[in-house]
């Protein structure tokens, strides 16, 4: 499938008003950063009629924003539907605009880096196959179709879906603005001695690991919030903690706590691998979602428990 081309100017929303031209091209199209950034090095982008060629340039409410979206690189190869009983995930919610699923640790959630079955969007266009139509909508991309955010492979719990043009226009309206509200548990390493707090750090591209993420002067404004729920002492120090998210980083939770000295315990990527703990998973689950019906306003919160293989983990400890 091919996205037809972007005739008309798209009016910035208060939700994208003070945000860099690459990221709204990006959250417009559904394409990387990296492809937004290309296509204003190359003139396919303006403001107010006038090509702007600075990716960091800051859109305001109003800006009339046009994309050449037929001079954007060929997307990656289209998703394709996930044979019966290939993918298994929960569906906790569902309505005409958006699907909330629960996703198992280990489930990728889009094509990409290598990987362009099994996964969790594979799974959702066998069962929703009107998702594929969302792209031509200028809807997101084919290897995403309706992905508006994601969990990594070994992170569980709650992830939301657009279902179609107006879910998706304002779950991304929604997560640019911050009003979707994402809560996860954790079970870190060592013993976190503030009750509550707040990690304020940019999260970046690692210079010394690309496949990496890290606190970085050069990278975007990140915010975690915490408070402590238990703390153990066997059979090592641990801490459980519950998470806010303020914004959304690539490994965000996982990059600001290993930078406070406490990673997710079976982060081995991000320093969290300790045999000792007895741990054989990602101590990391989505636990409540709550966001606003796009069709009527109205609030929705969703709570994902925590899974056996998380709860058999955490049993270890005392």
């Known amino acids: 499938m091919t996205r037809p081309p972007v005739t008309r100017p798209v009016s910035i929303p208060a939700a994208l008003a003070g945000e860099r031209l690459d990221r709204a091209v990006a959250l417009l199209t559904g394409r990387p950063r990296s492809d937004a950034g290309r296509l204003i090095d190359a003139g396919g982008v303006t403001v107010g009629g006038v090509a702007v060629t600075h990716r960091s340039h800051r859109l305001k409410e ?34 005409d605009d958006l699907i909330v699923v629960n996703k198992p640790v280990g489930l990728v959630t889009h094509p990409g880096a290598g990987v362009h079955s099994g996964t969790l969007v594979g799974g959702l266009l066998a069962r929703y196959p009107e998702l594929a139509r969302l792209p031509e909508q200028g809807c997101g991309s084919p290897e995403r179709p309706g992905i508006v955010h994601r969990l ?76 402590v729920l238990r703390r153990f002492t066997s059979p090592i120090d641990a801490t459980e903690l519950e998470l806010q998210l303020d914004t959304g980083r690539t490994h965000q939770i996982r990059v600001h706590l290993a930078a406070i000295g ?34 009527t306003g109205e609030p929705l919160q969703f709570e994902a428990p925590l899974p056996d293989d998380y709860l058999a983990a955490l049993e270890r400890f005392s």
Do not use: C, N, W
Not at 68 to 73: R, V
């Open 262 to 295: 406490h990673p997710v315990l079976g982060d081995g990527r991000y320093g969290g691998a300790k045999g000792s703990s007895g741990v054989r998973r990602m101590m990391l689950h989505a636990f409540r979602l709550g966001l606003l019906a796009p069709a």
């Open 62 to 95: 109003g800006d009339r924003l046009g994309i050449a979206i037929e001079q954007l690189p060929p997307a990656t190869r289209e998703a394709e539907p996930a044979q019966p009983g290939e993918v298994s995930f929960d569906v906790v919610f569902e309505d």
């Open 152 to 227: 990594d492979k070994d992170t569980s719990g709650l992830l939301v879906v657009a279902r179609s043009p107006l879910g998706f226009r304002s779950l991304t309206d929604q997560l640019a603005a911050r009003t979707a509200k994402r809560t996860y548990r954790a079970l870190v390493l060592g013993s976190v001695r503030a009750a509550q707090g707040v990690v304020d750090a940019p999260i970046g591209r690692s210079p010394r690991y690309p496949t990496r993420m890290a606190v970085s002067g050069a990278g975007r404004e990140a915010r975690t919030s915490y408070r």
